[in-house]
């Protein structure tokens, strides 16, 4: 459906031609002046200028022609030359009811659907998560959602972290404490592995920390998993072998934590993945003379004219020959234009490793790994802070596993619902993590990503202001009201909005019309906040509605029926929305 801006400047295009201007002074726009006007266009005090004339004898024209045109019941200019717009009651109800029957809500699928891969959530194999994934993890769901809701064809791909140093410092470790374990007897071969682990998950949590400190402190600890690392990644058979198993633990373990999250991914693919393209990769960087030795390192040099501030080069191997960060990055590069040829490549991780990602991208353009046409786009977010403004960290200073800060927020919530209402433990137990989930995202989504924001549980879990527990209040409310009405009556009698709606009524249209603007533009940005601002603005449209009038004691059956309709498209609208913004609304609250 064409959106309702587009819709009513069309008419006003039309005029500034028929009066001798340029069609484009006839864009209409929402008033900045809610109090006097619902729209405006200010093409005449443009068009002033370019034509030499007083902007209020062409406004005056404009209005003149204008009359008639049923779109508006108030057409007014008004010195210095603005026109001030009241849509008609009757032109915005056809609209918000022919979205009403738009499987889209008026929404409408890219022309040329494009293939993008998401490279989100970022986990490391063998380490909890903690709350510097929650970002990444809910962003990129939402980016996800939003895109596949446009008609792209997208894959989310978790990009694990599982073939670094850790593995090499967790099997030194294992080493230490279980000498006897059949994977370090000499003469190890494949056929030996045990299909049992030889470690739980929770062994592996404490495993990985340990060994770290210890590397930190014993250089031939160090050393030692350094060539663990390299042995492994060269084929160590047994070193494979003990690998898959921390993968196989760290992995179930991490699906079940992000299904939590209500955060599901196409590809469970790793930077080992990439570990194959690498060795014909750098050879072809070096045959064509993009990669070249420096300080015994294999390195592209990606600094351009223009450059603000010094990019170094892309180390794509060190000097012993073991891949690096950017190593598995290009070479991932590699095996998604190989299996999808993406039209884009976005990337949801921590706005400081914006350097690396330059540094990436430069280098995949410039040795043809993707085709200049592909865009590689970095979203970098900002941090979650804590109340003091820092980082946010338990209260005795660690790092705050996920599990427990969902947890945390789900049982602010749990006190709310409880308060004050007659609920079953159990049933306040299980609304409780359906709403913390809605106000941990919608309290991250509601600020715009690059940004760093304070986690606040208390504001978070709040039932009212800009929170996720009052947007799911709000769809509650109307589920409600929904129940009510059937129960007591078959059907509506129409399928139409009213057409002599009262103020609030006409506001609560005003704001449904607005959806498949507010998603196009939420998803040309890649702005989840842009949506959030928007279901708020509806919640309070809809709220205030509802205050001012008896839906269910109106005894006018066709004008109860344009309510019903009304707030049936509210309610299609909140949850397609919340759909995407990746959480869900209860039953009750
Ligand atoms: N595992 C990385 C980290 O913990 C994040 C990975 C982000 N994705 C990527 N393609 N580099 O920092």
Same mark, same amino acid.
Not at 443 to 468: C, H, M, P, V, W
């Given at each position: 459906m064409k959106k309702l801006l587009d819709l009513l400047s069309e008419g006003f295009e039309k005029a500034f031609v028929e009066c001798g201007y340029e069609e484009k002074y006839g864009k209409v726009t929402i008033s900045n002046r809610p109090d006097l006007c619902e729209f405006q266009c200010n093409g005449a005090m443009a068009a002033a200028k370019a034509y030499k004339k007083a902007p209020f004898v062409i406004a005056g024209e404009v209005v003149e022609k204008m009359q008639g045109n049923d779109a508006f019941e108030e057409i007014t200019a008004v010195n210095p030359g603005f026109i001030n717009l009241k849509v008609s009651k009757s032109f915005i109800a056809s609209f918000v009811k022919d979205m009403s029957l738009d499987e889209l809500l008026g929404c409408e699928l890219n022309e040329n659907p494009k293939t993008i891969v998401v490279d989100y959530g970022g986990p490391n194999v063998a380490k909890p998560l903690h709350v510097g994934h929650l970002r990444p993890a809910i962003i990129g769901e939402t980016l996800k959602r939003l895109y596949r809701f446009k008609g792209d064809n997208v894959i989310g791909d =978790?990009?694990?972290?599982?073939?670094?140093m850790p593995i090499g410092l967790i099997i030194e470790e294992l080493r230490t404490r279980k000498p006897e374990l059949v994977y370090f007897a000499e003469g190890f071969t494949e056929d030996m592995t045990e299909t049992e682990a030889p470690f739980t998950i929770a062994e592996l949590e404490e495993i990985y920390p340990t060994a770290s400190a210890k590397s930190k402190e014993d250089e031939e600890f160090r050393n030692r998993a350094e060539q663990n690392t390299f042995e492994l990644q060269n084929g160590n058979v047994a070193y494979r072998a003990l690998w898959k198993h921390i993968l196989n633990v760290s992995v179930t373990d991490l699906k079940e934590n992000y299904k939590k999250l209500n955060v599901e991914f196409d590809l469970w693919k790793g930077? %080992?993945?990439a570990y194959e393209f690498v060795d014909e990769m750098v050879e072809k960087m070096i045959a064509d003379g993009f990669a070249y030795e420096s300080q015994g390192a294999m390195v592209v040099d990606v600094s351009e004219e223009g450059d603000t501030k010094e990019i170094p080069p892309c180390i =794509?191997?060190? %000097?012993?020959?073991a891949s690096l960060y950017s190593t598995t990055d290009l070479a991932t590069l590699v095996q998604r234009e190989r299996d999808y040829h993406p039209d884009e490549v976005v990337y949801v991780v921590d706005k400081r490793q914006d350097m690396h990602f330059t540094q990436v991208f430069r280098t995949a353009k410039k040795t043809g790994i =993707?085709?200049?046409s592909t865009k590689l786009t970095y979203r970098g977010f900002g941090t979650m802070n804590g109340k003091d403004g820092k980082p946010f960290k338990t209260r005795d200073g660690g790092v705050m596993r996920l599990e427990n800060l969902i947890g945390n927020i789900c049982d602010a919530v749990y006190e709310k619902i409880k308060e004050g209402r007659e609920v079953s433990d159990d049933e306040a137990r299980k609304t409780s993590q359906i709403v913390g989930l809605a106000a941990l995202k919608y309290g991250d989504l %509601?600020?715009?990503?690059s940004k760093d924001y304070i986690f606040d549980i208390d504001r978070f879990a709040s039932f009212e202001g800009n929170t996720g527990p009052y947007i799911l209040y709000t769809i509650v409310r109307i589920k409600s009201i929904l129940n009510k009405f059937y129960d007591s009556k078959?059907?509506?009698?129409?399928?139409d909005m009213n057409k002599d709606a009262g103020e609030a009524e006409k506001a609560l249209m005003l704001e449904v019309a607005k959806f498949n603007a507010v998603i196009d533009n939420a998803y040309e940005e890649s702005a989840p906040h842009k949506l959030c601002a928007y279901i708020y603005d509806l919640s309070n449209a809809f709220n205030k509605f509802y205050h001012e009038t008896s839906i269910m004691g109106e005894e006018d059956e066709i004008k109860q029926s344009g309510y019903i309709n009304l707030i049936n498209t509210v309610k299609s609208i909140l949850e397609t929305s919340i759909y995407i913004l990746g959480f869900d609304a209860p039953e009750k609250m």
């Amino acid at each position: 459906m064409k959106k309702l801006l587009d819709l009513l400047s069309e008419g006003f295009e039309k005029a500034f031609v028929e009066c001798g201007y340029e069609e484009k002074y006839g864009k209409v726009t929402i008033s900045n002046r809610p109090d006097l006007c619902e729209f405006q266009c200010n093409g005449a005090m443009a068009a002033a200028k370019a034509y030499k004339k007083a902007p209020f004898v062409i406004a005056g024209e404009v209005v003149e022609k204008m009359q008639g045109n049923d779109a508006f019941e108030e057409i007014t200019a008004v010195n210095p030359g603005f026109i001030n717009l009241k849509v008609s009651k009757s032109f915005i109800a056809s609209f918000v009811k022919d979205m009403s029957l738009d499987e889209l809500l008026g929404c409408e699928l890219n022309e040329n659907p494009k293939t993008i891969v998401v490279d989100y959530g970022g986990p490391n194999v063998a380490k909890p998560l903690h709350v510097g994934h929650l970002r990444p993890a809910i962003i990129g769901e939402t980016l996800k959602r939003l895109y596949r809701f446009k008609g792209d064809n997208v894959i989310g791909d =978790v990009h694990l972290g599982d073939w670094g140093m850790p593995i090499g410092l967790i099997i030194e470790e294992l080493r230490t404490r279980k000498p006897e374990l059949v994977y370090f007897a000499e003469g190890f071969t494949e056929d030996m592995t045990e299909t049992e682990a030889p470690f739980t998950i929770a062994e592996l949590e404490e495993i990985y920390p340990t060994a770290s400190a210890k590397s930190k402190e014993d250089e031939e600890f160090r050393n030692r998993a350094e060539q663990n690392t390299f042995e492994l990644q060269n084929g160590n058979v047994a070193y494979r072998a003990l690998w898959k198993h921390i993968l196989n633990v760290s992995v179930t373990d991490l699906k079940e934590n992000y299904k939590k999250l209500n955060v599901e991914f196409d590809l469970w693919k790793g930077e %080992s993945d990439a570990y194959e393209f690498v060795d014909e990769m750098v050879e072809k960087m070096i045959a064509d003379g993009f990669a070249y030795e420096s300080q015994g390192a294999m390195v592209v040099d990606v600094s351009e004219e223009g450059d603000t501030k010094e990019i170094p080069p892309c180390i =794509v191997k060190k %000097s012993n020959g073991a891949s690096l960060y950017s190593t598995t990055d290009l070479a991932t590069l590699v095996q998604r234009e190989r299996d999808y040829h993406p039209d884009e490549v976005v990337y949801v991780v921590d706005k400081r490793q914006d350097m690396h990602f330059t540094q990436v991208f430069r280098t995949a353009k410039k040795t043809g790994i =993707v085709p200049e046409s592909t865009k590689l786009t970095y979203r970098g977010f900002g941090t979650m802070n804590g109340k003091d403004g820092k980082p946010f960290k338990t209260r005795d200073g660690g790092v705050m596993r996920l599990e427990n800060l969902i947890g945390n927020i789900c049982d602010a919530v749990y006190e709310k619902i409880k308060e004050g209402r007659e609920v079953s433990d159990d049933e306040a137990r299980k609304t409780s993590q359906i709403v913390g989930l809605a106000a941990l995202k919608y309290g991250d989504l %509601s600020n715009q990503a690059s940004k760093d924001y304070i986690f606040d549980i208390d504001r978070f879990a709040s039932f009212e202001g800009n929170t996720g527990p009052y947007i799911l209040y709000t769809i509650v409310r109307i589920k409600s009201i929904l129940n009510k009405f059937y129960d007591s009556k078959m059907d509506v009698a129409t399928q139409d909005m009213n057409k002599d709606a009262g103020e609030a009524e006409k506001a609560l249209m005003l704001e449904v019309a607005k959806f498949n603007a507010v998603i196009d533009n939420a998803y040309e940005e890649s702005a989840p906040h842009k949506l959030c601002a928007y279901i708020y603005d509806l919640s309070n449209a809809f709220n205030k509605f509802y205050h001012e009038t008896s839906i269910m004691g109106e005894e006018d059956e066709i004008k109860q029926s344009g309510y019903i309709n009304l707030i049936n498209t509210v309610k299609s609208i909140l949850e397609t929305s919340i759909y995407i913004l990746g959480f869900d609304a209860p039953e009750k609250m």
